[in-house]
């Protein structure tokens, strides 16, 4: 068997495309443009190329897009009194701040002084407790993209047996709590999982979310199973040359290919559907905000 490829980078062009057209409609018939605000606090490298392409994808939806580059030595209390700003500013719908934040700042305190409203990336911890009782919340980025492409693939994913590896608070377990809304009967597995190959051989559906490159195998997956690849690995490729690296995911993805139904490649598979994602999220927050009813396909 050779697994279907779930293409990420060209279903994200979709649901940018359909972010796109709310936005316009939002223009033409009410006169609101969704505003995201992106904070960077620091210099690292990553970070900078990440919020350089969410403020081009931003823009290029037709949205508003602020950034706000803060050094690395920032106060707590400046990001606060910046992040109070943007909660009280209607042309902001939603707010992002970039992590990992330098270490002198207090990540949790800063992702729950955002409005849940704005909280675009869903990692308030109200919206972490709305999405566990199933009420309606922002919700992460990265799992709600997983969640649409599964949606995609399957149709229906009542009744699948699903297993979650990795117990991460932006993935694993968000991911879990998308996976049960939708029916599935669902296992949170990790590095401590007794017999962790056999857990993931009876699923139907993998999400691995667990950060080692190539740890899930061929022989762990069920044949026929979906699966989906959420980590992003650099390792060493000396067939590209003395020092080159390549990206990989959690899968390995010639052994599991060859057993699986569908997966997801690592590059170009969950990584475009986070920043669609984000979009999608700002333009619920904007309707949310303005009483509109909610953009169709773009939320759970």
């Not at 697994?3 to 796109?20: L, M």
Request: glycine share 10%.
């Amino acid at each position: 068997m050779t697994a279907q490829i779930i293409d990420g980078k060209a279903f994200a062009a979709t649901v940018r495309e359909k972010v796109a057209g709310h936005v316009a409609r939002l223009k033409e018939e009410h006169g609101i443009t969704p505003g995201l605000a992106v904070v960077l606090v620091g210099e690292d490298p990553a970070s900078e190329v990440y919020v350089r392409s969410k403020g081009k994808q931003t823009v290029e939806a037709g949205m508003n897009s602020y950034e706000h580059k803060l050094s690395a030595e920032t106060s707590e209390q400046d990001l606060l009194s910046l992040i109070n700003q943007l909660n009280d500013d209607p042309a902001v719908h939603g707010i992002l701040v970039q992590l990992p934040l330098p270490k002198h700042l207090d990540e949790d305190l800063v992702i729950n002084a955002i409005d849940p409203a704005k909280d675009v990336d869903g990692f308030h911890i109200s919206n972490v407790g709305l999405l566990g009782t199933g009420q309606k919340s922002m919700v992460p980025c990265t799992p709600l993209g997983c969640l649409m492409m599964l949606r995609d693939h399957h149709g229906s994913l009542s009744g699948m047996n699903a297993v979650v590896i990795g117990r991460s608070n932006i993935v694993g377990k968000p991911m879990a709590q998308l996976l049960l809304g939708d029916s599935c009967t669902v296992t949170i597995a990790h590095s401590r999982t007794k017999d962790l190959p056999a857990v993931v051989r009876r699923a139907d559906i993998v999400v691995a979310a667990v950060g080692r490159p190539q740890m899930v195998t061929g022989d762990w997956i069920k044949p026929g199973a979906t699966v989906i690849d959420v980590g992003i690995n650099r390792i060493d490729a000396p067939e590209k040359g003395e020092g080159k690296t390549r990206l990989v995911g959690d899968v390995d993805f010639d052994s599991a290919a060859q057993v699986a139904g569908a997966i997801t490649p690592v590059p170009g598979g969950v990584g475009p559907m986070t920043i669609a994602c984000l979009l999608a999220n700002t333009v619920t927050a904007c309707c949310r905000a303005n009483g509109l009813t909610e953009p169709e396909g773009l939320t759970v």
